[in-house]
């Protein structure tokens, strides 16, 4: 397959997006959470949003993402994401024998994309997990177009060597972070496990946690 198709003398980037059909998204919302702090920036996910569907024909957007059930401020960060075009994933986070929490979710993403095939013709997938390689190669197969977004420093080479395009956060974080004073009155829980409250002395999020 052809990865960075945008790069291609046959294409130009405007071709390649008409040509993407309908499309679906499915979001790592551990993998971007940490993508995101490395960069030193809050997502905006109604940017990401509108950002990743590109004009195009949105099927669905998927947020895959460990929950804590007893804790309020996430539970509410998860509804304003399902109020706002995103059907949220959630699942129990397990704690580790090192005192750590986590949930892995590339067994439901890997599902949903094989599931969904004939739905759509365009997959986004926003993580950089080795793991899916195989996944997006089968759903390939199938004809649909791959597109992987994600920090290049977390991404396997194998994903990236498998999708179609691939693009890295570092390129758009200007179309997707927030505003310096933007802010949600919630925020989501790490899947690695809880963190301190990284509001400021204002109230503001500094860190948008997924």
């Not at 109020?83 to 993403?109: C, F, H, M, T, W």
């Not at 986004?124 to 649909?144: C, I, T």
């Not at 999708?163 to 390129?171: G, K, M, P, T, V």
Request: net charge negative; glycine share 6%; aromatic share 8%.
């Amino acid at each position: 397959m052809l990865n960075n198709l945008e790069n291609d003398s046959i294409f130009t980037p405007e071709q390649v997006l008409e040509n993407r059909g309908r499309v679906a998204i499915f979001i790592d919302g551990s993998n971007l959470f940490y993508a995101a702090l490395q960069l030193g920036i809050e997502i905006d996910y109604t940017k990401l949003l509108c950002r990743l569907t590109g004009g195009s024909r949105l099927l669905r957007a998927f947020f895959y993402t460990g929950v804590d059930r007893t804790n309020e401020k996430q539970q509410g960060f998860l509804l304003w994401m399902r109020r706002n075009g995103y059907r949220v994933i959630a699942k129990d986070l397990v704690q580790l024998p090192d005192g750590s929490k986590k949930a892995n979710l590339d067994v439901e993403i890997a599902v949903d994309m094989m599931a969904l095939v004939d739905s759509y013709d365009t997959a986004v997938l926003v993580s950089g997990d080795g793991d899916l390689a195989y996944a997006v190669n089968s759903v390939s197969y199938r004809g649909v177009r791959v597109e992987v977004v994600s920090l290049r420093s977390m991404t396997s080479d194998s994903l990236i060597n498998v999708s179609d395009r691939y693009i890295d956060l570092e390129a758009i974080k200007e179309d997707i972070q927030k505003t310096p004073r933007q802010s949600y009155p919630y925020r989501p829980l790490s899947a690695m496990g809880f963190l301190e409250d990284p509001r400021d002395s204002e109230g503001h999020l500094e860190i948008q946690d997924t």
